[in-house]
């Protein structure tokens, strides 16, 4: 379970990327079965599509764009902040620095501050 707490952002981009990937090649069945249709050409199913250049076409023009440029970096970033960037979180429940409540060392705030005095 640890596993999958520690690469949930990763996951989650994963899983985003390929329903729109799905849902890319789905509508762009649907397209190219309709300009079929309409030019009194027989539909041709899933697989057919998959063979023609149109699907491989398309995810091409996306992934020439800043959607996929934005994605990669995403990805990367998060691969890079997961494994010991100093932005990254060390998990497991360990108290790091930035989790300790400052309020925990007023007395020895003061107890410095009067030292001085």
């Known amino acids: 379970m640890n596993w999958i707490r520690d690469r949930g952002l990763t996951l989650a981009l994963l ?8 849902g890319q090649l789905m509508f762009g069945w649907s397209e190219y079965n309709q300009t079929h249709v309409e030019h009194s050409e027989p539909a041709v199913d899933f697989a057919g599509y998959m063979t023609s250049g149109h699907p491989w076409e398309a995810i091409f023009e996306n992934w020439e764009s800043e959607f996929l ?24 429940g360990i108290v790091e ?3 300790v409540d400052p309020r925990d060392f007023r007395d020895l705030r003061e107890l410095a501050t009067s030292a001085r005095s």
Request: proline fraction near 3%; charged fraction near 15%; charge should be negative.
């Open 15 to 22: 899983g985003l990327f390929v329903a729109s990937l799905l």
């Open 69 to 92: 440029q934005m994605a990669v970096f995403v990805l990367l970033t998060t691969v890079l902040v997961q494994r010991g960037s100093p932005e990254s979180r060390a998990g497991g």
């Open 97 to 99: 620095d930035v989790d």
